[in-house]
């Protein structure tokens, strides 16, 4: 786990520096600032040095200090700048939500298409499900809050859209108000974010089902008499669930990273966000710590998704 | 008994509150109050009104802030915050652009020029209640501003051309004096920077406290800063933030600011600033009731134009206040020199009838129609149109009469036959122009990618020139490879704009030979055209003299030779301010680019307040 961080962060620094320009690029075209100040100012974030030695320093401080990095920005530390206020808590809530709600549509729908594969309510869902996976994210996200603004004119009803709070709920103590205007924001959220993984799921959803049903265990059961409830869901899905769990480790990181454009059209309050102004500003160390940030999480996802194999399928054994 | 005891300590409990609520702010009107005439007859401010105090603004914009330190913040999406917090000894009046005192409540100038005397407003305070004096002026020049260790883009600006710095001193507790090594005209407007408290930072300066490391300064106030430890003098105070959603900013109880009526200023209580990441969603939220004041896109006109009476909201588009900031296209004269290669184009580029030839191709009508809506005006002078010194006018703050604008119609016949004048003519009868050798010229138009607007300019353009023969095309690219490539002299056309202000002297780092954005003619630095010289002459004509007439007279010819002899930089268009409020919002009408950046969407917000 160790060195793929480490090869992980060696690429990415040095991908950082094929950017062209630096985070001082902005600056040059400002008419107001001297060439000697500029030089003053690379001097003293470092972007004089050459790039190995820079990478060095930084892992230096991280291995001796702990430190990783500060932010040309802020000049506040890295994980600082990235988990200001409450981003992270709302980066998990927003990405676990999301998928939690994905998994609760996607399977049982799955199951429904492999139960009732050609038939025209199996089209449907397929259609609807790569519609979802096709619309672009940023443009559903607008069409959403357009519709909601425009067509349903919700502010007349002293409802707001984007973000996570209305105004006036923003700085309030929590309140069962609060929890209910939090999930009138956060739904746009689940529909988009959740769509467009809802196809893919569904669909290896119907394809494990359809698979496992053609075996010669699930006959037997059938021949036995069980059920058709039972052959199914008790004899076939447990079996045919497998694969997707392996696949919920790579859902994980795929729902942070993959719901940056969202979270900019939707306005959402998380670690992308932060993530994304320091890629436009060219703040490398940030644009480290987020990479850092976001590698962890896929090896967690993949952890995660080992413990849960292990747990639904008691054959599997880590040894 | 009980009871009495109850009633007595509650009673008391109210009263203890009342007598901390009462504390907050001055108990009368300090005698040096800044009074602000709004509605009075006969002043700058008759068509604004004096307000109602109370109520909470809300607005928005895009990023978050980085910091809550004045001096050494950025960019806008910082000084938008700490500008409203911090005050400065003059201001720059946001009706009609002139110098004000502001913390200073008036000055003295020697007769030479070189000596300022400064008088501060006595009795005015911090948003802690502490007392502001001459220290906090000193501190904010000598130990900051000054100080090698800080890192602050205001030293750049109050530097002198001779490379020396105002000597600031004090003579008292309310009075300052700067002493200058030369005459300079705009140090009245440069001296205006947010004036620091003393009495919090100063243990945060390695300077004053060596026992903090040096460079400290850079990092206090960062967001990590209890926002109860800010203070200023300005008149609103961050309040609270939160990261991506809003920073909530108060009214400061001790602001110095009045009305005619003897109310204090700012009227609203509260002012909010809701952080979005784009400007699509804070369309919807202003449509959407969530905004009171939106600074919209010319793109969003319409859209806002449709509602405006069912929703009762006002969308100003004022043409005759265009955005601060040029616009261009810039050919870069030094094409080819660096490797010795391009002569013929580096030969062409050189040839001021060619950019003549481009300046009549340039079809900025179309461009404003198809690109903006209509929502813009022609540029042709670097200096802003509202700027007292733009040579648009007859004398210094004249009206605008345009009589001196240096103006290429748009016509192709006429760039066409000016380029067959100098021999770039169609050789081989392939439709397009070649140099005399008979190669084919050919040429590329860069602009960001992502600016529709600017893809929409060059497009235009490159259609006009290949339509007269000229082989050109558009190619949008990242905007840091833009800016790295304008910057060493690696392009053909950049088209791209800088910011920029009303004070012509802004632009030396541009317009002056040895500039590091002379992007077009670097080489001039060692051998600069005839033209190039007087423009120098004239920058340092236009700084050198405390009479503004005279300095207009510099500043004219300077903007003259510049547009129509120069033609370093072809100007495209400005777009016209345009911005919508609700029609609660109070004294919303006053706003202008020259309120900004001191000011949000270039309005005062201590005068704006909620109608009843």
């Not at chain 2, 040895?514 to 003619?521: S, Y």
């Not at chain 2, 009408?589 to 005062?604: D, H």
Request: aromatic content about 12%; proline content about 5%.
């Amino acid at each position: 786990m160790l060195p793929l961080l480490v090869l992980v962060s060696l690429f990415s620094f040095a991908i950082i520096q094929l950017m062209p320009g630096d985070y001082l690029t902005r600056a040059r075209l400002d008419p107001q600032i001297k060439q000697e100040t500029l030089n003053a100012l690379a001097r003293r974030y470092g972007l004089d040095k050459p790039f190995m030695t820079r990478y060095l320093a930084w892992v230096k401080g991280i291995l001796t200090r702990g430190d990783f990095g500060t932010s040309f920005e802020t000049r506040q530390p890295v994980f600082f700048t990235l988990f200001l206020g409450s981003r992270l808590q709302w980066t998990l809530v927003v990405s676990i939500s999301t998928m939690i709600i994905t998994w609760l549509f996607a399977i049982p729908l799955g199951i429904y298409s492999a139960t009732h594969q050609y038939k025209a309510s199996d089209h449907g869902l397929t259609f609807f499900g790569f519609l979802g996976l096709s619309i672009p994210n940023f443009f559903f996200a607008l069409v959403v809050l357009w519709l909601l603004v425009a067509v349903f004119k919700v502010g007349n009803y002293g409802l707001g859209i984007g973000g996570l709070f209305d105004n006036r709920f923003i700085a309030a103590p929590w309140s069962l108000a609060k929890i209910g205007n939090l999930l009138w924001h956060i739904w746009p959220a689940w529909l988009v974010i959740g769509t467009s993984g809802m196809a893919g799921l569904l669909r290896y959803m119907r394809g494990s089902l359809l698979d496992t049903l053609s075996l010669q265990y699930v006959q037997t059961a059938r021949a036995k008499g069980l059920s058709e409830h039972i052959v199914v869901y008790k004899h076939a899905v447990r079996n045919a669930i497998n694969p997707l769990i392996s696949m919920l480790g790579m859902t994980l990181p795929n729902l942070v990273a993959g719901s940056l454009v969202t979270a900019i059209v939707l306005n959402l309050p998380t670690v992308e966000r932060a993530f994304w102004s320091a890629l436009q500003m060219q703040d490398e160390y940030v644009i480290m710590g987020g990479l850092l940030f976001f590698s962890l999480f896929l090896l967690l996802g993949n952890l995660l998704a080992d413990i849960l194999l292990a747990w639904v399928d008691p054959r599997i054994r880590y040894n | 008994m009980k009871k009495l005891v109850l009633i007595t300590a509650s009673l008391l409990v109210v009263f203890s509150a009342c007598a901390v609520a009462l504390a907050q702010g001055y108990e009368t009107m300090p005698e040096d109050a800044l009074i602000i005439p709004l509605g009075v007859e006969g002043t700058l401010y008759d068509f604004l009104e004096p307000g109602l105090r109370g109520g909470t603004m809300y607005i928005s914009t895009i990023g978050d802030p980085k910091k809550w330190n004045h001096t050494t913040s950025k960019e806008t999406s910082t000084t938008l915050y700490t500008s409203q917090m911090m005050a400065g000894l003059t201001n720059q009046n946001p009706v009609n652009g002139a110098i004000e005192p502001e913390l200073a409540k008036s000055w003295d100038i020697s007769d030479d020029g070189l000596v300022i005397t400064f008088h501060l407003r006595r009795g005015i305070m911090w948003s802690d209640g502490t007392l502001f004096g001459a220290d906090d002026v000193l501190f904010t020049f000598n130990d900051l501003i000054y100080n090698e260790d800080v890192d602050t883009s205001s030293r750049d600006n109050i530097q002198l051309p001779d490379d020396t710095f105002p000597v600031v001193e004090k003579v008292d507790d309310h009075t300052v004096k700067v002493t200058l090594s030369m005459t300079f005209r705009p140090i009245l407007t440069q001296i205006g920077v947010g004036i620091m408290p003393k009495h919090k930072l100063a243990q945060y300066v390695h300077k004053l406290n060596p026992d903090v490391p040096v460079g400290t300064f850079n990092e206090t106030w960062g967001l990590d800063t209890d926002p109860a430890e800010l203070c200023g003098l300005g008149p609103f105070i961050v309040e609270s933030y939160e990261p991506d959603q809003q920073v909530v900013m108060r009214r400061n109880p001790y602001h110095y600011r009045y009305d005619a009526n003897g109310t204090q200023l700012p009227y609203i209580d509260k002012y909010v600033i809701l952080t979005v990441a784009s400007q699509d969603v804070s369309l919807l939220k202003f449509r959407n009731g969530e905004l009171d004041v939106f600074g919209c896109r010319p793109a969003d006109v319409p859209i806002l134009k449709a509602e405006e009476a069912a929703k009762d909201i006002t969308v100003m588009v004022a043409r005759d206040k265009p955005v601060l900031g040029t616009t261009w296209i810039t050919v870069n004269q030094d094409v080819g020199l660096a490797d010795g290669t391009r002569e013929n184009l580096r030969n062409l580029f050189r040839n001021r009838k060619f950019r003549i030839a481009l300046c009549h191709a340039m079809d900025k009508e179309t461009m404003i129609n198809n690109l903006v809506n209509g929502l813009a005006v022609p540029q042709w002078s670097p200096v802003s149109l509202l700027s007292p010194f733009y040579a648009g006018r007859d004398y210094y703050g004249g009206p605008i009469t345009e009589t001196n604008a240096v103006i290429f119609e748009y016509d192709l016949d006429k760039a066409a036959s000016l380029l067959d004048e100098i021999g770039i003519i169609d050789r081989n009868g392939d439709g397009w122009r070649d140099f005399e050798d008979g190669t084919t010229v050919e040429m590329e138009f860069n602009t960001n990618v992502g600016n529709t607007v600017r893809e929409g300019a060059i497009l235009i353009i490159v259609d006009d020139l290949n339509k007269i023969g000229l082989k050109a095309i558009a190619n949008p690219i990242d905007f840091n490879t833009l800016v790295t490539k304008l910057l060493s002299a690696d392009y053909d056309f950049v088209y791209l704009g800088l910011t920029g202000g009303t004070e012509p002297n802004s632009g030396g780092n541009v317009y002056r030979p040895c500039g590091t954005l002379h992007a077009w003619h670097y080489s001039a630095c060692e051998e600069p055209y005839e033209v190039e010289k007087r423009i120098d002459e004239l920058l340092d004509a236009g700084v050198a003299t405390l009479d503004n007439d005279k300095a207009f007279e510099a500043y004219k010819e300077y903007q003259i030779t510049l547009a129509g002899e120069d033609l370093g930089l072809l100007y495209t268009f400005n777009n016209a301010y345009t911005y919508v409020y609700y029609n609660y919002v109070g004294n919303a009408q006053v706003a202008s680019p020259l309120g900004s950046p001191s000011s949000f969407y270039g309005l005062t917000w201590d005068l704006v307040f909620k109608k009843g």
